[in-house]
């Protein structure tokens, strides 16, 4: 990349966090091999190297996904916004930007649909949840509970297992505090924790709370418990998981399911997710559903009926 490509992106990932300047680097090389050029102004002449009819006939012709094309907008309305000079471009691409997010909000009422038609029905999920407990699959139990019972997201599952809430102090982590009657599941790490702050949940249930004694247990981890805690996920060095890398871990504990036909349905957090959406919307009050999933999740409710598309 020579200097004036630098100055470009430079002008926009200034004072971006680290994991946001790679982000942006990635889409702005996706942006610029696309239109066949090395920087989108040319900053001597202080002009398009293309027209703007032409990045935007580019970007719409292209094999991208609507979410991949919306983002190379998105990267074109940052470009110019950073040269004064390029204002009414600046507004036609933001233009193409709001369409390309109408297209994917049709596009996503669309596939939730298709889904929901082959997702299994809540009942079969939460009889699938007693089979773990009963075939001792304690890990399994606990984290597919979790997700079920308080629509958390991958992050919300960085857990270490203490005995004392003393224990708790680290705020990297989220736990799972065992007491003599019931558990605390307490959140410091997820999503939306700058908006909605920390969570801290009471879980009542004593099967819960056996499968944990169960699984501490299995992985004779008792004294870990007592000391420092029990970390749930580790790497292969016995380092504790990023919290923001959880998604392979927590996919080889995912419950599966069969088809009709024998096949498996694999799950995610996600379609668990829509699956306790869609029982909700199928009940006579359904806000008083989907406000308890709102504070258990840390959204809000329009955010669950756009990306879950139901009407309230």
Not at 145 to 167: A, H
Request: aromatic residues 8%; positive net charge; contains cysteine.
């Amino acid at each position: 990349m020579d200097d004036l490509n630098s100055i470009e992106l430079n002008n926009i990932i200034a004072g971006k966090k680290p994991i946001t300047q790679q982000a942006y680097k990635r889409e702005y090389k996706r942006l610029t091999t696309l239109l066949g050029v090395d920087n989108v102004i040319d900053l001597k002449k202080n002009v398009s190297n293309l027209s703007i009819k032409t990045i935007i006939k580019k970007i719409k012709d292209s094999d991208f996904s609507t979410n991949t094309k919306k983002g190379l907008f998105n990267m074109l309305v940052m470009i110019f916004q950073k040269n004064p000079n390029f204002k009414s471009q600046q507004v036609k691409v933001e233009s193409e930007r709001e369409k390309m997010q109408n297209k994917i909000g049709i596009e996503r009422i669309d596939k939730n649909k298709e889904l929901l038609e082959t997702l299994p029905a809540q009942k079969t999920i939460d009889k699938e949840l007693n089979e773990l407990y009963k075939n001792n699959e304690y890990l399994k139990y606990i984290i597919n509970y979790l997700i079920i019972t308080y629509n958390v997201r991958n992050k919300d599952l960085c857990l270490k297992i203490v005995s004392s809430m003393k224990q708790t102090k680290d705020t990297e982590f989220n736990y799972l505090v065992i007491t003599e009657k019931y558990v605390s599941f307490i959140r410091n790490v997820y999503k939306t924790v700058k908006t909605h702050g920390k969570k801290d949940n009471r879980v009542q249930s004593k099967k819960f709370r056996n499968a944990l004694l169960n699984y501490i247990n299995e992985v004779e981890g008792e004294d870990d418990v007592k000391e420092d805690g029990l970390i749930i996920f580790k790497d292969s060095k016995g380092d504790p998981v990023n919290c923001n890398n959880l998604g392979y871990k927590i996919k080889k504990v995912i419950m599966t399911l069969k088809d009709d036909n024998g096949n498996d349905i694999n799950l995610n957090e996600t379609k668990l997710n829509k699956i306790k959406v869609k029982e909700i919307n199928d009940k006579p009050n359904t806000i008083k559903g989907l406000e308890k999933m709102k504070k258990n999740r840390g959204t809000n409710l329009n955010t669950i009926a756009e990306y879950y598309s139901i009407d309230i």
